[in-house]
């Protein structure tokens, strides 16, 4: 049977979403009415998660023999995209080595990709990746990293924000971990950080990949995707006795590298660091962010804006919307560029209008029922399909141009190969 309140809560959020008050908005923000306690976490945390953009410049490629290729003018800029999340409210995040600092020998393939496609030949990371180990590619006039970070965001406002320059504060290339930092940011959201990885946990990774290698930066709306799973084996990977790595089931996308793996109370589980050939992922377990934040002399921990947000999400799964509404805005107070406490206020004010509604007339009650099933049955075939689309489409949240991934499906136990991030 059926509760009342469960019906209740359905109809309202239909009605949230079929709402024009945050039809500006793209879909993807998780709801926090959602009756797995995993997307929840994932809503919490997702605010904290920033995407990386990390751009090289080069004129050519040298071959082993010493022969060079000059590249074409459009592939002279490489340009990779990839996730990081924030440990402190005063800009600590952790990514994965690779994302915030490439091989060259990944620029060299990366470039040469570009190349191939650019002439119409043809192309694959694999063609590129093999072609630069056996020819010993090098680039040449390759400057400086440029690493820009944006923090997720749903609204206007994320298209306002043109991103900041991070230093590199500890970096951890056996083990693919980097922390960097942000500058100017204070009381920003943060996630905290459970060492458990308990097999059979349910986690979310969230993180700005995509299954197509020539999409570019979103210049628009910020909002990771979430793919959910569960924990599997921690151990050493074969041939590999310096690394520790979970493995995790979640369908892991290129350029979710340096994501966090999070758990129903949006607490970091582990750092997202490879797609697996077999399917799902492998992360790098809490323990293993803690010895280098350790080392930084960085302490984690979340900050009055995250207890203002978590406090927030928490009134709204228990209907207390007016309390809720408060929080969101002592988050907003606390943090004014907080990603997602504006779009949340919207979506309190689509759920009081529709609790409203239902508070009328029994025949009004009756009617509004109705119309609230259909538009959930209707929101959840959408749903569906949206999934399917997402899992079959590049680009995400719409038209990108050209960018290179940083995940690549490669063998585990080829260390030379540029395409391996393990």
């Not at 080595?97 to 060259?104: D, E, F, M």
């Not at 569960?230 to 050493?236: C, D, R, S, Y």
């Amino acid at each position: 049977m059926i509760r009342p309140r469960i019906i209740t809560a359905a109809v309202l959020a239909a009605f949230a979403m079929a709402s024009p008050a945050i039809g500006d908005i793209p879909a993807g923000v998780p709801d926090a009415l959602s009756p797995d306690p995993v997307v929840r976490g994932a809503l919490i945390a997702m605010p904290a998660v920033w995407n990386v953009q990390v751009t090289a410049h080069l004129t050519g490629l040298r071959l082993r023999s010493g022969t060079v290729i000059s590249l074409p003018p459009e592939a002279r800029e490489v340009r990779k995209e990839g996730t990081a999340f924030a440990v402190t409210p005063d800009g600590y995040l952790v990514s994965a080595h690779h994302v915030i600092s490439p091989s060259t020998s990944e620029i060299a393939a990366t470039a040469y990709l570009e190349k191939l496609a650019l002439q119409g030949q043809p192309h694959s990371e694999q063609i590129a990746a093999d072609w630069v180990k056996r020819n010993g590619v090098t680039p040449v006039g390759l400057m400086h990293l440029e690493r820009v970070v944006r923090p997720a965001a749903a609204g206007p406002g994320a298209a306002r924000n043109n991103g900041a320059s991070v230093r590199l504060v500890a970096t951890d290339r056996t083990r693919d971990i980097a922390v960097i930092r942000v500058p100017g940011v204070a009381d920003a959201p943060s996630i905290g950080l459970d060492r458990g990885v308990d097999v059979g946990t349910p986690v979310a990774s969230l993180g700005f990949g995509s299954t197509d290698p020539f999409a570019a930066p979103q210049h628009g709306a910020l909002v990771p995707s979430v793919r959910t799973g569960v924990i599997g084996e921690t151990g050493h990977p074969d041939k590999q006795p310096t690394r520790y790595l979970t493995l995790i089931t979640n369908p892991i996308q290129m350029g979710d590298s340096g994501g966090p793996v999070v758990d129903a109370n949006g607490h970091a589980r582990g750092v997202v660091l490879i797609k697996r050939k077999a399917g799902g992922g492998a992360m790098a377990p809490t323990d293993e962010i803690l010895r280098l934040l350790d080392g930084a002399g960085v302490r984690p921990w979340e900050g009055r804006t995250q207890t203002a947000y978590r406090a927030a999400l928490a009134r709204v799964q228990r209907f207390d919307l007016d309390g809720a509404k408060a929080d969101f805005r002592r988050t907003l107070a606390s943090d004014p560029s907080h990603g997602l406490a504006g779009y949340e206020i919207q979506r309190v004010d689509a759920l009081r209008t529709a609790h409203v509604a239902l508070a009328g007339e029994p025949r009004a009650r009756g009617g509004l029922l109705v119309i609230g099933v259909t538009a959930l049955v209707a929101a959840g075939l959408l749903a569906v399909l949206l999934w399917k689309a997402v899992n079959r489409m590049p680009g995400v949240l719409g038209p990108r141009d050209r960018k290179a991934p940083f995940d690549q499906d490669v063998p585990p136990d080829d260390p030379d190969n540029p395409r391996n991030l393990i």
